[in-house]
């Protein structure tokens, strides 16, 4: 069976690369919004981007995912500008929130959502590093402006829970649904 990563991310198809998975990428067309709290706005879309790339390659399994930041369930989105990154770093900076990631798995007679969250804190940030951070143009495509495995490695103090949850696939959770629908030993 075909596999597709709805996704245009580059940090979701390196780690979907570690199972050893031949798969193709199609990014999904879909206007992201949210339904409610954090952790039902990221199954939910996770699960549209899934469907709509399905719909145009009906003979795959599409791996839909979606990651949302949030603190007390405001969640921190991609930011719109520089000042909206500087914001959201600014109310991050020394304090704990969390970061969900959902995946869906969607083909003919499937369709499956898991969900998987982390908590992470950041250390301190004087305005000089916030401003530094922003300028290298990172935290601009990432939700809740930054990136964990890049510079803003630098940030983060402490991530309890999954690593790759907060990269943006949680991957034991995707490898237990695919050794489930029996996909990981056909491919090889």
């Known amino acids: 069976m075909r596999i597709i990563l709805a996704s245009s991310s580059p940090r979701r198809r390196e780690i979907l690369s ?30 549209l981007k899934a469907i709509d790339v399905w719909k145009r390659n009906k003979d795959a399994l599409v791996i839909g995912a979606d990651t949302l930041v949030y603190i007390k369930d405001r969640i921190l989105g991609k930011p719109k500008d520089v000042e909206e990154a500087v914001r959201m ?25 898991v969900h998987d969250i982390a908590g992470v804190k950041f250390r301190s940030l004087t305005e000089e590093e916030i401003r530094f ?15 964990v495995q890049g510079f803003g490695s630098t940030i983060v103090e402490r ?15 995707v490898y237990e649904v695919l ?7 056909s491919q090889r």
Do not use: C
Not at 21 to 43: H, I, K, S, Y
Not at 164 to 172: C, D, K, R
């Open 18 to 47: 570690k199972l050893g998975l031949e798969f193709e990428v199609v990014p999904p067309q879909v206007e992201e919004g949210t339904f409610g709290d954090p952790v039902a706005t990221a199954r939910r879309l996770s699960l």
């Open 89 to 113: 770093l600014r109310t991050l900076s020394g304090r704990w929130h969390r970061v969900v990631t959902a995946v869906s798995f969607v083909a003919r007679g499937i369709r499956r959502t």
């Open 133 to 147: 951070y922003v300028s290298t143009g990172e935290p601009l495509d990432k939700a809740g402006a930054y990136g």
């Open 159 to 173: 991530i309890e829970g999954n690593f790759f949850t907060v990269m943006g696939l949680p991957v034991v959770k």
């Open 179 to 185: 050794r489930e629908f029996s996909v990981l030993g």
